[in-house]
């Protein structure tokens, strides 16, 4: 009888199972070794770290197994050809896996001395005396019973494999049928493979932020792949070292010196610890007012089109209804032009950084306090809520440490309701944060919930026309209209929640996570980032506007000192409804450039480049004759950058 599955697809097939299961009982060592720390966990939670693991294992053998797969079915060269290939791509198959097995060993003793996986920390060692190092290993870990496992499981593993190795394959005729089944399961594994690298079929890519499901930070960690983590801090540093990036911010002589001028010029406060610079406490005096707050990061929300900053496009009666009787800012910056980089300034009001967002970098693992954390220690209930991919951007994976208790992602609705390959509509979001703030107010507990919208974005599909239907907009019209429908969906929501008996005691925030381009004249477009931001709760802050320049990091200060609240936590912005000692300001990083808004002047660059140019903000006439202002806004420019970049990196945010 002719084989349906063709043999050289079965010998690596075979391989593959092989490995994972020998992942997934390393996966049971690391359990083992702190199930101390983990009783009276629910199996449900440690079946489910074991499948995370699984796929964030299977992405690990993708990745090893690709080169191997597709030379190993290649005519005369193949497995099935001759035991001599059989032999020669099995072994070294297997050779390479032993070494992943072995540095998973050995980040199971790594890890009770770091609390965290194999990183950049393990190969920095390797630097130093190494006779040194090895007696320290040899005295402080049982070195022996290690080898002696890994012996004994290595022998077992090559003994597997030899029998996959010496199965012969059956002779087939070379026909068209054969040579289209061979054709379709080439497509089968290829595409197996590249979905397993992936990690999803979805628009993001696995990120160490998939592990990162458990409120208990330690299942998290069995759940994460150790050697998936070192290589992404790996390929992240050689980003880093590639672009120069330590380098191109560096202008102060130390970083010490750059924090202390951040200190003193830009982020003032109360510090409390030398080791986590902007760890500071801010005391509120007088009542506090456990107010629910609702927060709703706008999908590319741009002023320009927003009626209530000035711009009459008749997009947005609703929000413009609410500027009215709420704190309108009219000279508000996001401080990226990405989504990542909004949610984390927002949230973590933390500057943003060259390069990658800190959303996405091993170092999000880090404990960063949030809004959501300090919400969390006054016992209110944390939400965040989305309609497409929660894991998009890591976005699930870094806030889930940072505060956030539960999610709303597009795993929460039906199929059916999905309006592209996004997600779901920001309508039916807004309808289940309602079901959620019914149910903690029956519980009598206050609430967070933090939205990030969806709808209006790329390629701006609206599920119907109900809001009013945009019809001479040129080539902006399918965004005026994904626009205008965000700002139905606003009025929609907040007429239901009028309704409400705990609507007299909710904060509503509303802000853009970033702009749209519509401009441009400048090399670095500060329009970009050019935002609404809206805080309204009329029972308990008076309507007004607030005209100086603020950005996203203001946005978690103003919050708590709304609510009047006293914490302890490393935020860089200030509440906007207080006077500061320090300039107002607004601070924009994308990539590798940068835009700094202070007074009537913008400030815009590379960094790491010599040259900056400087503009009047709004008129965007390019001043030449004010060198020693330029030269004191890059200053600060970098005293921000140097700092906040240094210290993520560091670990140094929150103790």
């Known amino acids: 009888m002719r084989p349906i599955f063709p043999y050289n697809y079965k010998f690596f097939c075979k391989f593959f199972v092989l490995d994972l299961l020998m992942l997934t009982i390393a996966r049971g060592l690391f359990l083992y070794k702190f199930s101390a720390d983990l009783t009276h966990l629910p199996w449900q939670e440690l079946s489910q770290a074991f499948l995370i693991g699984a796929q964030l294992d299977s992405s690990l053998l993708a ?15 193949g497995v099935e ?14 050779i390479c896996f032993l070494i992943i097995f072995a540095l998973t060993l050995v980040d199971i003793e790594f890890f009770g001395v770091y609390n965290s996986h194999l990183n950049l920390t393990s190969i920095e060692y390797l630097n130093d005396n190494l006779g040194v190092l090895w007696e320290m290993i040899y005295s402080d870990f049982p070195v022996v019973w290690y080898a002696l496992a890994f012996l004994l499981v290595s022998a077992l593993y090559l003994y597997l494999a030899h029998l996959i190795i010496k199965v012969k394959p059956q002779k087939t005729k070379l026909s068209v049928l054969n040579l289209g089944k061979r054709f379709f399961f080439f497509i089968i594994l290829a595409g197996g493979l590249f979905v397993a690298a992936r990690g999803s079929l979805g628009n993001s890519q696995v990120n160490w932020g998939k592990a990162f499901f458990s409120k208990n930070n330690l299942v998290n960690q069995l759940a994460l792949n150790p050697i998936f983590n070192l290589y992404r801090n790996i390929y992240y540093s050689q980003k880093i070292a590639k672009e120069n990036l330590n380098e191109k911010i560096r202008y102060f002589k130390t970083n010490q010196a750059a924090i202390e001028y951040a200190q003193k010029k830009i982020a003032p406060g109360n510090f409390l610890n030398s080791s986590y610079p902007f760890y500071k406490k801010v005391t509120a005096h007088g009542t506090q007012k456990d107010l629910n707050v609702v927060l709703i990061i706008l999908e590319e929300f741009c002023a320009e089109f927003t009626g209530a900053t000035g711009f009459n496009k008749n997009l947005t009666p609703n929000f413009d209804a609410l500027a009215k ?19 984390s300034a927002t949230l973590c009001s933390w500057p943003p950084l060259v390069g990658k967002s800190m959303m996405e970098q091993t170092e999000g693992q880090q404990k960063i306090s ?26 699930q994976g870094f806030l889930i440490n940072k505060g956030f208790d539960n ?8 199929h059916q309701d999905f309006l592209n390959k996004w997600g779901v509509p920001d309508e039916l979001v ?11 107010f029956a519980q009598n507990t206050p609430f967070l919930l933090a939205m990030m919208s969806l709808t209006n974005h790329p390629p701006y599909t609206v599920p119907d026309y109900r809001f009013g239907q945009v019809m001479h907009g040129g080539e902006l019209q399918s965004n005026y209209n994904t626009f205008k429908y965000v700002d139905w969906c606003i009025g929609q929501f907040m007429s239901k929640m009028r309704k409400k008996p705990y609507f007299k005691n909710t904060l509503f925030v509303f802000v853009g996570d970033h702009s749209k381009t519509l401009h441009r004249d400048l090399p670095f477009d500060y329009r970009k980032s050019f935002v609404p931001a809206l805080f309204y709760a009329p029972h308990h802050i008076s309507s007004g506007k607030i005209e100086h320049l603020s950005n996203q990091m203001d946005i978690t200060p103003t919050i708590l000192g709304i609510l009047n609240m006293s914490y302890e936590a490393s935020f860089w912005g200030k509440d906007l409804r207080k006077k500061s000692s320090a300039e107002d300001y607004a ?8 835009g700094y808004l202070q007074g ?13 140019e400087l503009y009047r903000l709004w008129t965007n006439q390019k001043v030449a004759d004010e060198k020693i202002l330029q030269n004191n806004l890059l200053k600060k420019v970098y005293a921000i950058e140097q700092s906040a970049y240094t210290l993520y990196k560091q670990r140094r945010i929150t103790p």
């Open 587 to 594: 601070f924009i990083v994308r990539n590798s450039k940068f």
């Open 430 to 440: 807004l309808n289940k944060m309602i079901e959620i703030a019914d149910t903690a």
């Open 370 to 395: 949030t809004l959501a954390s300090v919400l969390k220690s006054k016992n209110y209930q944390t939400w965040f809520c989305h309609g497409g991919e929660l894991q998009y951007d890591n976005m």
């Open 600 to 612: 009537d002047y913008y400030l815009t660059g590379d960094f790491g480049s010599e040259k900056s």
């Open 407 to 414: 999610f709303v992602g597009r795993q929460s609705f039906n």
């Open 325 to 343: 009787k709420g704190l309108l800012c009219t000279q508000f910056f996001s401080c990226g032009q990405r989504t990542n980089k909004g949610i």
């Open 63 to 77: 990745y090893l197994f690709a080169p191997f797969f597709l030379l190993g079915i290649l005519p005369f060269l």
């Open 81 to 94: 050809f001759s035991q001599i290939s059989r032999s020669l791509f099995g072994y070294l198959l297997a």
